[in-house]
């Protein structure tokens, strides 16, 4: 394949690895990364989203393992996920306060909308969602407030933040994504997302973890990065770091990766601060910017 432009500085790239499709194994998938503003991405990704994110995807029978929807949207109050939203609704408080009560709140790319459920039990109003397939037609089903793309149209200005948590890494043209959530942001409304950060993979992206799933993961950012790519789409990065709320967010990413799937008494027991903080120096999960919308 020919080099292509980077799709968030237009600077060339160059090929960086490959990786066999674990669960579209008849297609090999090609890594490229820009040297000028570290994006890597998956250069000739599967575009079948209709096959990607099918109802195996979001029962956990299809391309990523760690994904199982259902599962979460049935045991909310014991799986793992709830160490997430508490951590989550912990840092959008931090950022927002002292307005947090009056919030407008959009979580885009809810998946099941779970947060958005346990954002509304904490506040009581003031968190919607936004998603698409079949796992949002379900939770729409349960009484979960989840948007539809038309939807968003008369969205424009709403809202006091956005949350997109891992969704970044599944979008194939970054740019057009965030320019989309600015429209969705009152003026000074912030931001906050989650995804890997490639910094410690830099020239090895195609044996990160995170990069196992081609089929669905494709983009893929170091902080300087997204921070370049805020700018472009009307956003100011600011780098808050280990704001309150990550230490249960990065306790959820550790089970996760081992494969836990209900919480207990016992795993809250361990020393969660200390642990998150030696998983973040190890791999930089709080180092991504907010964007504040200008």
């Not at 947090?100 to 998946?111: A, I, P």
Request: with cysteine.
């Amino acid at each position: 394949m020919d080099n292509k432009n980077c799709p968030i500085c237009s600077g060339p790239t160059r090929q960086s690895g490959s990786r066999v499709g674990a669960y579209k194994p008849d297609q090999t998938f090609l890594y490229f990364s820009c040297e000028s503003c570290r994006f890597s991405f998956v250069a000739n990704p599967w575009v079948e989203f209709d096959k990607i994110y099918s109802k195996e995807y979001y029962e956990g029978r299809g391309a990523d393992p760690l994904v199982d929807y259902l599962f979460e949207l049935e045991n909310a109050d014991s799986c793992i996920r709830r160490y997430e939203w508490e951590g989550l609704f912990q840092i959008v408080s931090h950022l927002t306060r002292p307005n947090t009560e009056k919030l407008r709140w959009l979580d885009y790319g809810c998946g099941n909308g779970s947060l958005v459920r346990f954002a509304r039990k904490q506040l009581g109003h003031g968190c919607i969602g936004f998603d698409e397939g079949y796992i949002a037609d379900l939770s729409r089903g349960l009484g979960i407030p989840i948007l539809k793309r038309d939807d968003l149209r008369q969205m424009k200005n709403s809202f006091d933040i956005v949350t997109a948590i891992e969704v970044i890494e599944h979008v194939i043209d970054p740019l057009p994504f965030l320019r989309q959530i600015r429209s969705l942001l009152k003026l000074n409304g912030i931001l906050f997302l989650t995804t890997g950060n490639a910094r410690p993979w830099r020239n090895k992206i195609s044996d990160w973890s995170y990069a196992s799933v081609p089929e669905v993961h494709v983009s893929f950012f170091e902080p300087g990065t997204l921070a370049v790519a805020l700018e472009k789409t009307g956003f100011k990065p600011e780098y808050r770091g280990y704001l309150p709320g990550f230490s249960a967010v990065i306790k959820f990413k550790v089970l996760k990766t081992i494969r836990r799937r209900y919480g207990s008494a016992i795993l809250d027991l361990l020393p969660w601060d200390m642990i998150a903080r030696v998983v973040d120096m190890r791999y930089g999960v709080t180092q991504h910017p907010i964007g504040i919308a200008v």
